[in-house]
Each structure stands twice: as C-alpha cells, then as structure tokens.
C-alpha cells in the first residue's frame, strides 16, 4: 500500500496569516497514464469532508481561491494565503493512483 | 444538485448483521464510482472499497475485504455496505462519496453525510 505521510499533525495559525500542509507518499503518484491522483480534502469539526483540491492543484467547485495545491512525484503541499475562522478543521491528502486508495492521517488547522 | 444521502444512524448488538445505504442523486448513477470510507471515533480517514453500479465491478481494501460486502442497487441509485456479524470494533461513522475519475482526475468529489455505527452490548 501507499503510505500518506502528513506533516504537522497539527497546526496552530493566526487568523490572518499563512498556512502549509506537507503530504508526502512512499512511492511516486504519477500513474501508468501519465497523470497524479492526489487530492486534499477538509473536515470541519462535525461535518463530513468536503474536497478541496483535485489532481494536485485544481480547486474543487466554490473553493475560495485563498487555498491552492502544488507538488509532484512524492511530495505535495496544501496552502491557505489568509486563514480565516471557517478553515479550522482536519486536512486530507489522498492518493487515488494506486488501489487500495489511501490517505494521510490528518493535519488539525487550529486558531491560535 | 448531486447529492448522496445516507440512511440513518443504527445500533446493533455484536453478531448482528446490518445494512446501510446511499442513494445518489442529480447525476447518472451507473457512470460513477461510489466509495465508503470509515472514520472511527477521534481517527481519520480509512479507504474501505468502491463500487461502479454500471456492471458492480467493485474494489475492496485488503483490510477490508471480507469483513463487509459492498453492493449496488442501479435501480434505485443506491450503494450499500452491509456486514454479517458486528464487532464493537465497527463502532464508526461511515461515509459514502461519489468518485470521478475523468479527463485526468479521481477524487471523491460528493459525499455523504455519514452514517454512525455504534456497535455495543
């Protein structure tokens, strides 16, 4: 199996300033077809996940531009420009190139 | 609107058996993957299988397979996932979501809002 790695498991930010979220894989997402299935998504506290980013970089539909995927190969990263109160919650990355599909255990996003 | 609604929460005694549904909306339903994911009290996200109701191929995690069966109902647009004897370790929240796999992506794009298992004596 592919195994995600998060880093942090938690992060505590300032209303306002930047976030980053590592995800790296035990071995390369890049697929036989030429492309990466790795996406990130959000739990708020009490709610199912939503996604966020698809095929590393592409925002999902009503995502706020504040956030933005980037990485290749093994090694991935989420950002939030400006957090806001709304984006407390648990991050996922999750690999969908490989079956059984996986994902990292979770980065806690709280406010400090 | 795509929508995938779950059925209710269930409380079982361990050996019994169960049953839980999803049924999809707002989309072709045979032209989609749909997944469940377990998420354990206080834990994240664990894979459990998909399922493509246009010919029920399915997939199961290898941690998984053989502890729940995973069906499709193209009918009535609903997935299930079903176990034939419980374990107080099946206490979970269980969400179904709707993968897309197309022009160059796969992601659980639409999901559920979950269905809670508690598993007790």
């Known amino acids: 199996d592919i195994v995600m790695t998060q880093s942090p498991l938690s992060s505590p930010v300032t209303l306002g300033q930047p976030a980053s979220i590592s995800c790296r894989s035990s071995q390369s997402l890049v697929h036989s077809d030429g492309n990466t299935y790795l996406s990130w998504l959000q739990q708020r506290p009490g709610q199912p996940p939503r996604l966020l980013i698809y095929k590393i970089s592409n925002r999902f539909s009503g995502v706020p531009d504040r956030f933005s995927g980037s990485g290749a190969g093994t090694d991935f990263t989420l950002k939030i420009s400006r957090v806001e109160a709304e984006d407390v919650g648990v991050y996922y990355c999750?690999?969908?190139?490989?079956?059984?599909?996986?994902f990292g255990q979770g980065t806690k996003l709280e406010i400090k | 609107e795509v929508q995938q609604v779950q059925s209710g929460a269930e409380v079982k005694k361990p050996g019994e058996s169960l049953k839980i549904s999803c049924k999809g909306s707002?989309?072709?339903?045979?032209?989609?993957?749909i997944g469940w994911v377990r998420q354990m009290p206080g834990r994240g996200l664990e894979w459990m299988g998909i399922i493509y109701p246009g010919d029920s191929d399915t997939r199961y995690s290898p941690s998984f397979q053989g502890q729940v069966t995973i069906s499709a109902d193209k009918s009535i647009s609903t997935a299930y996932l079903q176990w034939s004897s419980l374990k107080a370790s099946d206490t979970a929240m269980y969400y179904c979501?709707?993968?897309?796999?197309?022009?160059?992506?796969?992601?659980?794009?639409?999901w559920g809002q979950g269905t809670l298992v508690t598993v007790s004596s």
């Open positions: 707002g989309y072709t339903f045979t032209s989609y993957w």
């Open positions: 979501a709707r993968l897309t796999c197309r022009d160059g992506t796969c992601a659980f794009d639409y």
């Open positions: 999750m690999q969908a190139t490989q079956f059984p599909y996986t």
